[in-house]
Structures are given as C-alpha cells and as structure tokens.
C-alpha cells in the first residue's frame, strides 16, 4: 500500500547514485533512516534545503518496499558554524555515532542531545568539549553506556579496568558527571577534564559496540 508521511530531522549524509538522484541519511526523533531524493543533484530545487546537518521538514513516500523517496523538503534551520573543517569533522563523528544509535526505541532521547551536540561543536569557543559531552550522552542515550562502577582508572570493554585509554582521576570523574549531571552542572568538570583522552575512550568504547566508525580517523582518533 503506498503511503506517506511528514517526518523531521537533521541531514547527516548525501551520497550521489546514478541518473543524478541523491541518497540522504538522517537521524529524526524517531529514528535513523535512509531516503532516496529523485533528481536531488540537480543546482536547483529541493537539493539546496538539504545539506549536511540542515533540520528539515520532510515528506516520504513509502510503498513498504525498498527505501522510501524523499518528495518535499521544508527547511526549518542550518547551524552556521560548522563551515571552519575542524568544527564540520567533529560534527561527522557525532552524526554517525547518532545515527549508529538511534534506533526507533532510542531515538527520542538520542536526537536532543545530538542536536545540543551540534549547537555546541558550531559556537563553542572549544568544540572538543561539547563534542565529548554529547557523545557520551548519546552513547547513554543508545542503551551502551559504560560500567563505572570499579576503582580502577582506565576504559576498556565499556567498564573501568585494568587496561585500556588512561583517563585519571578528571577524567573519570568528568566521565561521571557527564553520565549522571545535568549538563549544565557537568561542565565544570570537563573544563578541567582530558577531553583527547575522553574522545579516545569513546571511540574505543563506541566500537565495541558498533563496529569501526569511519568518521573516527578523518578527527586522527
């Protein structure tokens, strides 16, 4: 049965397919999923409103076979920012931990914080902090977060052992607070936390889980 329906999401990935139609990732509250955007190479159009890491309105048409055609496309927001390279590479590996993540179960509490990530990586003076704070949080979010339970100081197989990335003592109490305190009262300790160490704990941790994460080497973790 043909049917469609009004989504709203964050575009995290374009890919080019054949006869100039576009293959778009993105992460809704509702989920991740995949969409094909018929003639969406074309300079004019839909493809404009659909950038990396614009919010958009969406239309799907889905007959319940193969992946579903993106058919309208309303821009609600971009995050000006995360043109600077470093700031748009951060961003990546974000999106495609979220997009990792957000199955339809997670979703609803990973998408938030991937957005506050966003906002956070594009204003910033220090992107690495709110990029380490959010993805600790999705990681939460998507149903991995790690066993901090132990003395021990280091990260390895999501619980604090004998082995792994060496966080010390800031790190694992900024590791805490991002796990268990409001942002806003976890920022003290990331200020003063190793957050390359941190970023390093994730992406060990995340692959655990997940697999490798491509974006993960462009950042030169």
């Known amino acids: 049965m043909e049917r469609y329906r009004l989504e709203e999401g964050i575009v995290v990935g374009r890919k080019p397919l054949p006869q100039g139609d576009l293959l778009l990732r993105l992460v809704t509250p509702r989920g ?3 969409a094909v955007v018929r003639k969406g190479q ?3 159009g839909r493809t404009g409103r659909l950038s990396l890491f614009h919010h958009v309105r969406f239309q799907l048409y889905d007959k319940g076979e193969g992946l579903p055609t993106l058919t309208q496309a309303e821009l609600l927001g971009r995050l000006h920012g995360l043109e600077a390279p470093r700031r748009f590479l951060l961003a990546a590996f974000l999106a495609e931990l979220a997009y990792r993540l957000a199955s339809p179960e997670a979703a609803p509490r990973v998408y938030p914080v991937f957005v506050s990530g966003l906002r956070g990586i594009a ?15 999705v990681v939460k979010a998507g149903g991995i977060a790690p066993n901090l339970l132990g003395p021990g100081l280091r990260l390895r197989e999501g619980r604090l052992g004998e082995e792994g990335v060496y966080l010390g003592e800031k790190g694992v109490e900024a590791l805490r607070a991002i796990l268990h305190l ?3 009262e976890a920022l003290p300790y990331l200020e003063e936390a190793p957050l390359e160490r941190l970023l390093q ?3 060990v941790h995340a692959e655990e889980a997940l697999g490798p994460l491509r974006s ?3 950042i030169g973790i």
């Open 32 to 34: 991740s999923l995949e």
């Open 216 to 218: 993960a080497e462009a």
């Open 182 to 184: 409001p942002g806003s």
């Open 201 to 203: 704990a994730l992406k």
């Open 42 to 44: 074309r300079p004019t």
């Open 123 to 137: 204003k910033h003076e220090n992107p690495l902090l709110p990029l380490v704070w959010a993805g600790w949080r």
